[in-house]
């Protein structure tokens, strides 16, 4: 029998400041992050490491920690990304050692089953009590196939499709059991209520499930949905799934196109657009004195791997005669010419919207940099979110305000000294909590409540007689 997987939607407008989470990666993603000053190598498979940081985040009063993954690896790939713990595992351990904080695992559509996947993540969402979280992928490297018996050659709808589906099925089976179907009457023999158990049943065009599910659904029945969709299909599985999205947002205006664009969409898919926590990414460097922040910039950039830098810039500029040059002349002159058409841009240029090939000559040109200091510069570029303290809480501020983002999850940087030095500006300014308000990650991101849809239908039915 093929059953429809039902929607949740007409909730309250979530309310609430800027949300804050951060991103845990280890040893770090890049190439030489392992040799920062201060950074564990083997921190990527220290369990002791995550807790202190996930205690660190708590302590700041963030909503929650994220866990990125992968799920192919070369010799070549990033430390971080070489010898890792699994994220699923990682946060059930985390989540014994902390009580407020959210936690958020990062796990593909493509190369997982609904069932499994509903039942890890309740079991994650009921060991937090009400704190876990889904950042769902569709696994866009082909690559990654190659480890899970599952063809290369995924077209991008069929992905989005197949996930679409995947997430609906882990929804319904979160409401397998109404949240008083077990009773435990010793005295009687009686465990559940038999009627407050609702199997699936369904079969579509990628998965068949039978259900129920195993597990019953924690205090806020179930775990946050987090995507970072960009494409037109992605937007569209971020607006019909998504309680907060990840945007990859280069500038002001391209953050509040992208969160007005992913409204408008919720609303084509029957739900509230303003039930939806937008989360850019950044990368902030802050430090008490603007001549500190330069120094940590150049720090930052000093660790960007030359060889990598130079092959990403000559595609960005369309000269790969760069990793021929000089490194430690000046800028050499090199002919702007179009990339031919149908020629691949490297995933890792996504995040460039706000300039162009002639605009950055230029501006290394203007400030007289060398071939190694521009490839450097290029792969961690200069953002508003590099500053002092007043600055960088001035533009977290900015974009709350334009409604370009409802908050900001950070990736690198030094999250120690954001937390120290910021938080307590942008507290001071009403802008971030003094205390948790709710003890589920839901309501601390300030999103409506969900109800299990068996149960919801139960009491209109009762209202109606």
Not at 243 to 263: H, L, N, P, T, W
Not at 405 to 429: H, K, T, Y
Request: include cysteine; aromatic fraction near 8%.
């Amino acid at each position: 029998m093929r059953r429809g997987i039902a929607e949740i939607g007409g909730n309250q407008p979530r309310r609430g400041g800027l949300r804050l989470g951060v991103i845990l990666d280890g040893a770090g993603t890049t190439a030489d992050g392992w040799r920062r000053p201060g950074v564990q190598p083997d921190a990527s498979i220290d369990i002791r490491t995550y807790v202190r940081e996930a205690q660190r985040a708590e302590a700041a009063l963030l909503d929650f920690v994220f866990i990125a993954d992968t799920l192919f690896i070369t010799p070549d790939s990033a430390p971080h990304l070489l010898n890792r713990l699994e994220p699923v595992t990682l946060l059930s351990a985390v989540a014994t050692h902390t009580s407020r904080i959210g936690l958020v695992a990062t796990i593909s559509t493509l190369f997982t089953e609904p069932f499994t996947m509903a039942r890890q993540l309740a079991s994650l969402d009921l060991i937090s009590d009400g704190r876990a979280a889904w950042n769902i992928v569709t696994s866009a490297v082909p690559a990654a196939a190659m480890n899970h018996s599952r063809p290369r050659d995924f077209a991008m709808k069929d992905r989005y499709q197949r996930a679409a589906e995947h997430v609906g099925i882990c929804q319904a089976l979160w409401d397998s059991w109404e949240g008083d179907a077990f009773v435990y009457d010793k005295a009687n023999g009686i465990y559940f209520d038999r009627d407050k158990l609702h199997p699936l049943d369904f079969t579509g065009d990628y998965y068949s499930v039978a259900g129920p599910l195993n597990i019953q659904g924690s205090r806020q029945q179930r775990p946050v949905l987090f995507q970072a969709g960009a494409s037109h299909h992605g937007r569209d599985l971020a607006a019909r799934f998504g309680d907060g999205i990840f945007a990859m947002a280069s500038s002001m205006a391209a953050g509040k196109e992208y969160a007005d664009d992913v409204r408008a969409r919720a609303v084509g898919f029957g739900r509230a657009g303003d039930e939806i926590v937008f989360m850019p990414r950044i990368s902030p460097i802050v430090a008490a004195t603007e001549t500190d922040v330069a120094e940590l910039y150049r720090e930052t950039t000093r660790l960007a791997n030359i060889d990598d830098a130079l092959q990403v810039l000559g595609l960005f500029l369309n000269s790969p005669e760069l990793v021929r040059q000089a490194l430690d002349a000046p800028f050499p002159e090199i002919a702007l010419t179009p990339a031919p058409a149908g020629s691949a841009r490297p995933d890792r240029l996504s995040y460039i919207e706000t300039t162009s090939p002639e605009r950055f000559v230029a501006g290394v040109r203007q400030r007289r940099l060398t071939l190694r200091e521009a490839a450097q510069e290029f792969m961690t570029p200069r953002t508003e979110f590099m500053g002092t303290p007043d600055q960088v809480a001035g533009a977290l501020e900015r974009w709350f305000r334009a409604e370009a983002a409802d908050g900001f999850i950070i990736r690198g940087g030094d999250f120690e000294a954001f937390s120290r030095l910021c938080i307590p500006l942008l507290q001071e300014r009403g802008l971030c909590r003094t205390r948790y308000e709710a003890g589920t990650l839901r309501g601390n991101l300030g999103l409506p409540p969900v109800r299990n849809r068996y149960a919801a239908a139960r009491r209109q039915t009762v209202s109606a007689d």
